[in-house]
């Protein structure tokens, strides 16, 4: 069974600084790698996946990268806004089939 | 962009009680919607998958009797908690995609936040 894990679970950073997002997953053999904002009380909304095949992936001040082989994933934020504060989950679906989740990095961000 | 919205987006409701949530596709036509629950801090865990015109598949563990889904359209689709417990408080969230993979690119409701007493 595939286990996610995000550390840390909760951050608060200046804004301005640079984020990084840490997510480790036990099953190499992942589908894609897929990283999610939820806002409280809302559902999610897609920043960025990364294909197996793929190493990074890019949109805007957001940059993921992917080791399948050390089973990491990292999500890069530059210069933090206060916009940027919410809940940042990853999902690394071991087969064709199911997203699992991790629990999530509540990030806070102080203007 | 692809919407997708959830009615009611809470509800409060005694035990004993059952409750329907509706998730609907508003601008395009869903092949396949998911439901999940996520608990405070935790993870959100699917609980079934369902198909226009075609029976759920409920993940293992989750009870179909108590959580019965019905994708009546390519645009509808509703959870009902039959018989509503106070474990059973959660927050209910729904997604559509317009492959049969939960992989494929999914559109995710606002959610539904369910409180029984």
Known sequence: KQEVTQIPAALSVPEGENLVLNCSFTDSAI?????FRQDPGKGLTSLLLIQSSQREQTSGRLNASLDKSSGRS?????ASQPGDSATYLCAAPPNDYKLSFGAGTTVTVRA | GAVVSQHPSWVICKSGTSVK??????DFQATTMFW???????????????NEGSKATYEQGVEKDKFLINHASLTLST??????????????????GQGTRSTDTQYFGPGTRLTVL
């Open chain 2, 79 to 96: 959870l009902t908690v039959t018989s509503a417990h106070p474990e059973d408080s959660s927050f209910y969230i729904c997604s559509a």
């Open chain 2, 21 to 26: 949530i509706e998730c609907r596709s508003l």
């Open chain 1, 74 to 78: 990292t999500l890069y934020i530059a």
């Open chain 1, 31 to 35: 589908y894609n790698l897929q990283w």
């Open chain 2, 36 to 50: 999940y629950r996520q608990f405070p801090k935790q993870s959100l865990m699917l609980m079934a998958t369902s």
